[in-house]
């Protein structure tokens, strides 16, 4: 079972927005206004994530009543940071301020199917382990920029 590295802190909420990026491929931001502002995002956001994985959406599943979130799941395929291991399903929270824009993009997310995971874990008030994410969509520079990134 995955297991935070350190407390939530509110400050994140920005980079692990429980949403999807869509820019794809990485190349594309080249330069352009924005390509600064994405790096510095991706730096903190692998820097600050217990789990960084390639992934594939396995099932969506709806929320369960007016207080309880739906969730992602989605299986490993290639661990880039973290504990995750190939082949292991990891559940996306999808908190009910997210859950109207996941259902509005839901054919778009399965259309793409294959994801690079930021997960950051926090403890929820009863002591269970929550998640806070973001998915950018699959892109083999993407995936060698943060192996670029992690091996310094």
Do not use: C
Not at 15 to 33: E, I, K, N
Not at 62 to 74: C, H, I, R, S, T
Not at 104 to 131: H, M
Request: aromatic share 8%; no cysteine; proline share 6%.
């Amino acid at each position: 079972m995955l297991e935070p590295s350190r407390a939530w802190d509110t400050s994140l909420v920005d980079l692990f927005d429980d949403a999807a990026d869509w820019v794809t491929p990485l190349r594309t931001l080249l330069g352009t206004p924005w390509f600064e502002e994405y790096g510095e995002r991706l730096a903190r956001r692998v820097e600050e994530a217990d789990v960084v994985a390639v992934v594939r959406l396995k099932a969506s599943l709806p929320p369960g009543g007016a207080q309880a979130a739906g969730a992602l799941e989605m299986e490993v395929l290639q661990s880039l940071v973290g504990r995750a291991v190939p082949g292991m399903i990891v559940r996306l929270d999808v908190p009910p301020a997210a859950a109207g824009r996941l259902d509005a993009e839901a054919a778009r997310i399965e259309e793409q199917g294959r994801f690079v995971a930021f997960v950051r874990l926090y403890r929820g008030e009863t002591g269970d382990v929550r998640n806070h994410w973001h998915l950018s969509p699959f892109d083999q520079d993407l995936v060698n920029t943060i192996r670029r990134t992690t091996q310094r």
